[in-house]
């Protein structure tokens, strides 16, 4: 029978290997999303998982301190957490604090009475709305408009923001933007990251995404009834 303590998992030893904690993905699917983030933002940087390993230790195996990271490997990992090498590679406790946290923009499109959805590339075939990572110094609501438009191929404007919360199943913060459609026909314009992409009656939601997980003003914006829970 195992302790509780075995069921704890050690605390990181950088603010990377945190950060990564923070996604709930594993180095294998930290490595697969840098390649496709790397893709869509033309960064020249590549990583490994084994290269990704040594970076989380903050130290070679032989407890030797790490070599300089290749410009290109830091200026990637740079552009998706919004901090410099130094601090994404100190112990967390010596970060100079200058690091965000993890901000999502989530693109509710409008098309008359329907709403856009993305189906995700998982296990789950999960839908959801269009979403992308707010860099540092981006507007949410520019973010949103831009990732829905690489997403989808269709074109949005902002209408205004319906709120932030941190995401329930990942802890992510998310910053949810109405949007209404401007023009575009919806197609999967991302097969690294989805698997289909379609408008829904925005009456019929609920049997795309469970009521429990969708924000409540997110509801309230398409005239849903908010489930008691939330």
């Known amino acids: 029978m195992r302790s509780a303590d075995q069921d704890v998992s050690p605390p990181p030893r950088t603010v990377l290997e945190g950060r990564i904690r923070e996604r709930r993905e ?7 999303f840098t390649e496709d ?13 084994r290269h990704l390993q040594r970076l989380i230790a903050g130290a070679r195996p032989d407890g030797k301190p790490l070599g300089p990271v290749r410009p290109a490997t830091a200026r990637l990992l740079e552009h998706i957490f919004g901090a410099s090498i130094r601090d994404l590679l100190a112990p967390p406790e010596k970060s100079s604090g200058a690091l965000q946290p993890l ?28 979403a992308g990572i ?34 329930p199943m990942t802890g992510v913060l998310c910053e949810y933007v109405l949007c209404d459609y401007v023009t575009g026909e919806a197609r999967n314009a991302d097969v690294a990251e989805n698997s289909d992409v379609i408008w829904v009656r925005a009456a019929d939601l609920t049997r795309f995404i469970p009521a429990g997980r969708i924000y409540g003003p997110v509801l309230q914006a398409l005239d849903l009834e908010i489930p008691a829970t939330s």
């Open 37 to 49: 983030f790397a893709r869509k933002h033309d960064e020249p940087g590549t990583l490994s998982v």
């Open 26 to 32: 594993t180095l294998e699917e930290f490595v697969r």
């Open 103 to 130: 901000r999502v923009a989530i693109a509710v499109v409008v098309r008359d009475t329907e709403v856009l959805l993305v189906c995700r590339r998982d296990d789950a075939n999960t839908w959801q709305f269009p």
């Open 134 to 167: 707010v860099k540092p110094g981006t507007d949410p609501a520019v973010a949103a408009v831009r990732e829905t438009l690489a997403e989808t191929d269709v074109r949005c404007v902002f209408v205004r923001m319906l709120g932030t919360r941190p995401h």
